[in-house]
């Protein structure tokens, strides 16, 4: 069974950057497919983008394509999403989701890291 821990939230300018990063532990991370969700203050939790077990697949929420870009690095277990141009409807705390998938999904999977904040100004 994995474990995720998210970090790099944070406090950010409406039009700035930042990179979130998804820590995995407890499992073999080359044979988990992974994603970020993300959930605002009164709103249910929202698809992000995900990523296949070797990286080559992606898919992105029409919300963020052209903004965020996920990535994985499986020596170091870690995905990250670089969110870019950040608006203040980004704001929300951002999970981490992971599963045992063969193939790139946009639905959730079993395992959820507790989340980081991140919050855009305008």
């Known amino acids: 069974q994995v474990q995720l821990v998210e970090s790099g939230g944070g406090l950010v300018e409406a039009g700035g950057s930042l990179r979130l990063s998804c820590a995995a532990s407890?499992?073999?991370?080359?044979?988990?497919?992974a994603s970020w969700f993300r959930q605002a203050p009164g709103k249910e939790r929202d698809f992000v983008a995900a990523i296949s077990q070797n990286g080559r697949g992606t898919a992105y929420a029409d919300s963020v394509k052209g903004r965020f870009t996920i990535s994985r690095d499986n020596a170091k277990n870690t995905v990250y999403l670089q969110m870019n141009g950040l608006k203040p409807e980004d704001t929300a705390v951002y999970y981490c989701?992971?599963?045992?998938?063969?193939?790139?999904?946009?639905?959730?999977?079993?395992?959820w890291g507790k989340g980081t904040l991140v919050t855009v100004s305008s």
């Open positions: 989701n992971a599963g045992q998938r063969r193939i790139l999904t946009t639905d959730t999977m079993p395992y």
């Open positions: 407890g499992g073999t991370f080359l044979t988990y497919a």
